[in-house]
């Protein structure tokens, strides 16, 4: 897993992109999602909700192979799944127990079981959606993202025994088995009952989206490509290429049908993005997306991601009830609204995440040595 030539420790162009795959779930939410959207005309409202509809599909997508590949990079030999785990910890439940209770407050509560599921980040294993996108929506995911974390350590054992040679057979096969998880869901999953408005079998969306195991290898394609990047066994196209290839490809995966169209169309696409964004930082290309302003947006999209919803659920019935506006009046609410989480977020992580990641995800020195502060992780 070493190269003659020495590799970066951080991966800056990861970290900026980080944050436009949040603002893809804020616009995915802001304008998709009928008792949120503010636009008057269902012309222009029909026209945006279909150009959004799989947007944030596709960044779930990215965010769950770039979490992989960057704690695959970013992980020592001498790490302990202790240490891990407690970093993961204090990087992750800090956040969530702050947008828990807020969203549990302003957003008009829940049954004690499923507030208790949502804090505990069990929901995405309950096969209802109601569960799985309750109190605070977003957080199926990092439901997910805890599993992802607890098998960690020891996935990283079986990545870093794959010999060289066969990295490429791995990755294929993490790939298969997620375009095979839609085709598996269609073949198991019952057709009843459908989801109110898209009428999509329930429990083919949530074994396709929402189910823990069946997001897993999206995670370990990511932990496989970062091994292929170390080797460096990846030549393929530069960033802004790795953006087209996914923009194109995005248009062509709008009619295509859920449970097909959520995650397996664009896997390929979103790992081609992450193995681009990697390889500017060994080329010594990185540009705009490891810029100053894009790293300090990086650093904040977890904050925006978790606390955006507070914004969109609550702040859009408070202030504007259901009142719905012109397409440009509209369209600036939206902009306000990404505006105003992008602020939300800000002080969160300077108040919440920032500071309890530098204090607690380290223990404590022994005497007469000293640990340096923790920067915001990757991921």
């Known amino acids: 897993m070493t190269s003659a030539v020495r590799l970066p420790d951080r991966l800056p162009s990861l970290t900026g992109l980080r944050f436009f795959g949040a603002v893809a779930v804020i616009l995915f939410h802001a304008i998709a999602v009928p ?14 909700t279909f150009l ?3 947007i944030g599909f596709v960044a779930l997508t990215f965010f769950f192979i770039l979490s992989g590949f960057v704690l695959t990079w970013s992980t020592r030999d001498d790490d302990t799944p202790r240490a891990f785990y407690r970093r993961r910890f204090f990087r ?21 079981w499923v507030a208790l599921l949502n804090l505990l980040l069990l929901q995405s294993w309950v096969p209802r959606l109601e569960v799985a996108s309750s109190v605070n929506i977003v957080t199926w995911s990092l439901s997910c993202e805890v599993f992802f974390y607890a098998l960690f350590p020891f996935l990283l054992r079986g990545v870093r025994r794959i010999p060289r040679g066969k990295l490429w057979y791995w990755a294929l096969g993490a790939l298969l088995a997620t375009i095979a998880v839609p085709f598996l869901a269609v073949l198991t999953m019952p057709e009843q009952p459908t989801i109110p408005v898209v009428g999509v079998p329930t429990y083919e969306f949530w074994f396709s989206y929402n189910f823990p195991v069946a997001r897993l290898g999206e ?15 990846w030549v393929g196209p530069p960033l802004w290429g790795a953006l087209a ?3 194109v490809t995005y248009l062509g995966m709008l009619p295509v049908p859920i449970p097909y169209g959520v995650v397996a169309v664009e896997v390929v696409p979103a790992a081609l993005l992450v193995l681009a964004a990697a ?4 080329r010594g290309t990185n540009r705009f997306f490891g810029s100053r302003l894009s790293l300090w947006l990086g650093n904040i999209s977890y904050a925006l991601f978790m606390s955006h919803a507070i914004v969109l659920y609550w702040g859009r019935p408070f202030f504007l009830g259901d009142r719905k506006f012109s397409t440009p009046v509209a369209l600036g609410l ?16 300077v108040t919440v995440e920032r500071p309890i990641a530098r204090r607690w995800s380290q223990p404590a020195p022994a005497p007469g040595r000293t640990v340096p502060a923790v920067s915001s992780p990757g991921t």
Do not use: Q
């Open 279 to 282: 390889n500017t930082e060994i």
């Open 219 to 233: 995670f370990v394609l990511g932990m496989v490509l970062a091994r292929t990047v170390r080797e460096r066994m």
């Open 334 to 349: 939206v902009a306000l609204a990404v505006g105003l989480s992008i602020l939300l977020a800000w002080l969160l992580y």
């Open 35 to 48: 008792p949120i959207t503010v636009f008057a005309d269902e012309r222009a409202a029909g026209i945006l």
């Open 245 to 247: 290839i996914l923009g």
């Open 92 to 112: 992750i439940f800090p956040n969530h127990v702050v947008t828990w209770a807020a969203c549990l407050i302003l957003l008009g509560g829940a049954p004690a």
């Open 52 to 54: 959004v509809s799989k």
